[in-house]
């Protein structure tokens, strides 16, 4: 299953957020997608979420769905439903989904605020663009068909990031100086190895788990598990896995990685790497700024590596780094402001600093 691409129009209530979606829905209908919406509410019976939701089918949105924690399928839940299961579930046929509202969500944001107001709060991630509203009926037609054309390229540009790639979160490893299994970390309440699939699917469509199964409950149900078919062989072997998974797929298809130790990877660097990538080159990897190296546990693989990552494995040669410098890998220069994002943790310690640091920069 191929996820579409998911866009969240946020900001605060009465801005105009409903009346800006069903602009948008009616302009991307018009180009001929096919567009999912999916409105956010907190209680499913509240007057206004049937009477938005109606509002958004009536745009143009097929399918547009109200959904809270007491949606069908989820009742007696202690969480709400993950967007990215309920786009998974209901909108899988549509080109793009549109949704009001998932502020804390690792989707790209539109951030609509009242005019003259000042950034928004830190709380929200992954804010694209910020659109200046005063509230339904007080939107100008040049200010809406910009934001329209906006989205139209930032539609074009997710499907070409997206095209021919799977992504991989590895979660195979020992974890012997964590003491624990890294694929159940939780940093904030949220599980890292969930955020990262989250990620994963949203940029790239689609995501697997290779090594470990999935044991918390905040994993998205849209990320196919594989066991490890080296195990034990370190990471180039979990690699060497997900690319026999994806030339199994009906168009073979390179492999996007990160490890599941990884919580500070967000959308930012997986973006620059995606659009980074060298498809004629064996694989593009990062290079740490601050340190000079690379870091073959977030990198894309291509289809053609298949073989040469597979016989180092059968040799011995179980060094990721080593066979991105032998294979010839593209090394891609991260800027500084995403350096931190590489951070991987492997005691409690570091565990602990890392989480931190995420709180205080609001992640």
């Known amino acids: 299953?191929?996820?579409?691409?998911?866009?969240?129009?946020?900001?605060?209530?009465?801005?105009?957020?409903?009346?800006?979606?069903?602009?948008?829905?009616?302009?991307?209908?018009?180009?001929?997608?096919?567009?999912?919406?999916?409105?956010?509410?907190?209680?499913?019976?509240?007057?206004?979420?049937?009477?938005?939701?109606?509002?958004?089918?009536?745009?143009?949105?097929?399918?547009?769905?109200?959904?809270?924690?007491?949606?069908?399928?989820?009742q007696n839940s202690s969480r709400e439903p993950l967007l990215l299961d309920l786009v998974a579930t209901f909108c899988p046929d549509c080109d793009l989904v549109l949704a009001e509202g998932y502020k804390r969500s690792v989707h790209d944001k539109i951030l609509i605020r009242p005019a003259g107001e000042s950034d928004g709060p830190p709380s929200v991630e992954s804010v694209r663009t910020v659109f200046e509203n005063d509230g339904p009926g007080r939107t100008g037609r040049d200010e809406i068909e910009a934001v329209c054309q906006w989205v139209?390229?930032?539609?074009?540009?997710?499907?070409?990031?997206?095209?021919?790639?799977?992504?991989?979160?590895?979660?195979?490893?020992?974890?012997?100086?964590?003491?624990?299994?890294?694929?159940?970390?939780?940093?904030?309440?949220?599980?890292?190895?969930?955020?990262?699939?989250e990620l994963m699917a949203d940029r790239i469509g689609q995501v697997m788990v290779i090594g470990r199964e999935p044991q918390e409950p905040d994993v998205p149900?849209?990320?196919?598990?594989?066991?490890?078919?080296?195990?034990?062989?370190?990471?180039?072997?979990?690699?060497?896995?997900?690319?026999?998974?994806?030339?199994?797929?009906a168009a073979p298809r390179g492999v996007c990685v990160a490890a599941c130790d990884m919580p500070a990877v967000g959308g930012d660097l997986l973006d620059h790497l995606l659009a980074g990538r060298d498809p004629k080159a064996p694989a593009t990897v990062p290079v740490s700024p601050a340190t000079g190296q690379i870091?073959?546990?977030?990198?894309?693989?291509?289809?053609?590596?298949?073989?040469?990552?597979?016989?180092?494995?059968?040799?011995?040669?179980?060094?990721?780094?080593?066979?991105?410098?032998?294979?010839?890998?593209?090394?891609?220069?991260?800027?500084?402001?995403?350096?931190?994002?590489?951070?991987?943790?492997?005691?409690?310690a570091e565990l602990k600093a890392l989480s931190e640091r995420l709180e205080q920069d609001g992640a």
């Open 1 to 74: 299953m191929v996820i579409p691409p998911v866009l969240c129009v946020t900001g605060p209530s009465g801005v105009g957020k409903t009346h800006v979606l069903e602009h948008l829905i009616g302009s991307l209908t018009a180009r001929g997608l096919r567009v999912g919406a999916i409105k956010h509410c907190r209680h499913l019976d509240a007057p206004a979420s049937d009477k938005d939701a109606d509002r958004l089918a009536r745009a143009g949105a097929s399918p547009a769905i109200a959904a809270a924690k007491t949606a069908i399928g989820i």
């Open 152 to 197: 139209w390229r930032w539609f074009r540009g997710r499907q070409a990031l997206r095209e021919g790639l799977i992504g991989a979160v590895l979660t195979g490893g020992a974890s012997r100086r964590m003491g624990a299994d890294k694929s159940r970390l939780r940093i904030a309440g949220r599980c890292i190895l969930g955020r990262l699939c």
């Open 221 to 249: 149900a849209c990320a196919q598990w594989h066991p490890d078919s080296s195990p034990g062989l370190g990471p180039l072997g979990g690699i060497a896995t997900a690319l026999q998974v994806a030339a199994a797929a």
């Open 295 to 348: 870091e073959p546990l977030l990198a894309i693989y291509e289809a053609q590596a298949r073989q040469s990552v597979e016989q180092a494995v059968r040799c011995g040669k179980l060094s990721a780094t080593d066979w991105l410098t032998a294979a010839g890998a593209r090394r891609l220069a991260v800027p500084d402001n995403l350096a931190g994002q590489l951070a991987n943790v492997n005691t409690p």
